[in-house]
């Protein structure tokens, strides 16, 4: 008997009626699924309209730029509404497909349960599992993508009552839907600040917004952005300056959605040389990213911040209207000046550039009034945020105690990682 056999589980927290029943067994993924390689084409094959449509890792977040294809395949190479799918490279993880009959590509997997299985505690146990590993594989930073022989060979944990995998997968399933509707809730929101915002700003080639306070009047003038306010150059640290405590350093990671997020911190020793220390509102803004697309993302620092300084990559916009500039830096006027900032192979913004964007302002009672009446839905926005973060801290919590969790695992440290070491990653 190997050592996977003769070691069993019991979940901390277990429904009622399984109580007594038998212990978890130790499994793999491949003795649970059949993960199935998706098409593999050439760039001539991708086609700008076609019979199927071509579903990609980036379709997953997005329904734009899809590519199509007619051609006739066996039939395991399409997936349809409901099936299961593993995307394997990048932003790799567990999806349940909810579209029509498309032609999956050579990143996806499509995994088949086996007769033991549930579909939707399967979909549970790879989402746990690979969230498990992306945390313990370079903290999940960089590129990563798994092979197919690694995950079937991956070690799991499962009860052998299908009808416990289906209580577990229903109670999460549950939460996922309350997580769902507070989602949708929370982009509800923003679609209307946005709209809001279209109103509230003049559009391109006008000076004066289609929706304006009755008590103001008279054009708003062209201003550029260093009669606003003024830089404030980030922090230049070494690995050696790294603490697990000690004065913040903002990066990139920390603006969520236009929002300061604390959950990847970095801090360095208090008396770091350089540290220009960030001040409640301020505007944080990425300057240089490896994404193109993190460049110009900004946050207003808001009070009861921590002392904190920010990184190089970061500067931060210091201005006596705040936070009209704050909801400048979202219009799309700040959008487009960014964009042609970077051009096609550059992926900073020149502070010098910066500070001569143009935009059209009013008096200052004026930008009062419209930052006033968007702060009031960005602090519905940010609750809203907290809400949703504190629903998945709580799915997160509540999946600890329903599945295995180190310590107590069915796989040993060795097993575990060599597990992670077959995830392969790249800066």
């Known amino acids: ?48 309209n076609g019979k199927y449509r071509v579903l990609r890792v980036g379709n997953f977040f997005t329904n734009k730029e899809w590519y199509f294809s007619d051609l006739e395949l066996d039939e395991n190479k399409y997936c349809d509404n409901g099936d299961l799918l593993y995307a394997w490279s990048a932003s790799f993880g567990p999806r349940i497909w909810l579209g029509e009959k498309v032609i999956y590509h050579y990143h996806i997997w499509k995994v088949l349960e086996k ?96 929706l304006r306070f009755p008590e103001f009047q008279g054009e708003w003038r062209k201003t550029q952005l260093k009669k606003l306010g003024e830089l404030v150059s980030g922090l230049t640290y070494s690995p050696a300056d790294v603490r697990d405590s000690g004065l913040l350093v903002l990066r990139s990671s920390n603006v969520k959605n236009g929002i300061i997020s604390l959950k990847d911190n970095v801090y360095v020793t208090p008396n770091v040389k350089g540290a220009n220390l960030s001040k409640a509102n301020d505007i ?41 500039v704050f909801q400048l830096f979202q219009t799309n006027a700040y959008q487009k000046q960014v964009d042609a900032d970077l051009g096609a192979t550059i992926n900073s913004i020149n502070g010098r550039h910066f500070i001569k964007y143009e935009f059209y302002v009013p008096e200052s009672f004026e930008q009062q009034k419209i930052a006033d009446c968007l702060s009031s839905i960005d602090e519905l926005i940010t609750a809203q945020s907290h809400k949703i973060d504190a629903l998945k801290v709580h799915k997160q919590g509540l999946m600890q105690q329903l599945f295995p969790t180190v310590g107590v695992d069915c796989i040993d440290a060795e097993d575990r990682a060599t597990q992670n070491a077959e995830v392969e990653v790249s800066a």
Request: some cysteine; aromatic content about 8%.
């Open 115 to 210: 007769k033991h299985i549930d579909k939707n505690f399967l979909f549970i146990l790879l989402d746990y599992e690979t969230e498990r590993m992306k945390a313990a594989t370079a903290n999940g930073l960089g590129l990563m993508h798994i092979t197919k022989s690694s995950i079937e060979n991956w070690k799991c944990c499962i009860p052998s009552s299908i009808e416990e995998q289906k209580k577990i997968a229903n109670s999460l399933s549950s939460l996922d839907e309350l997580i769902s509707a507070h989602t949708q809730k929370f982009d509800t929101l923003k679609a209307y600040k946005k709209g809001l915002m279209q109103q509230l700003f003049p559009a391109e080639g006008e000076t004066v917004p289609k």
């Open 1 to 48: 008997m190997n050592k996977l056999e003769e070691k069993g589980l019991v979940p901390k927290l277990r429904f009622s009626e399984f109580k007594d029943a038998p212990e978890w067994s130790p499994t793999t993924f491949g003795a649970t699924a059949t993960f199935i390689n998706g098409k593999a084409y050439k760039q001539e094959e991708l086609l700008e």
């Open 284 to 324: 944080l803004i990425c300057v240089r990213n490896g994404s193109k697309a993190l460049i110009g993302k900004n946050a207003l620092i808001p009070e009861g911040m921590p002392v904190c300084t920010h990184g190089a990559f970061m500067t931060v916009f210091r201005s006596p209207s705040a936070k009209f």
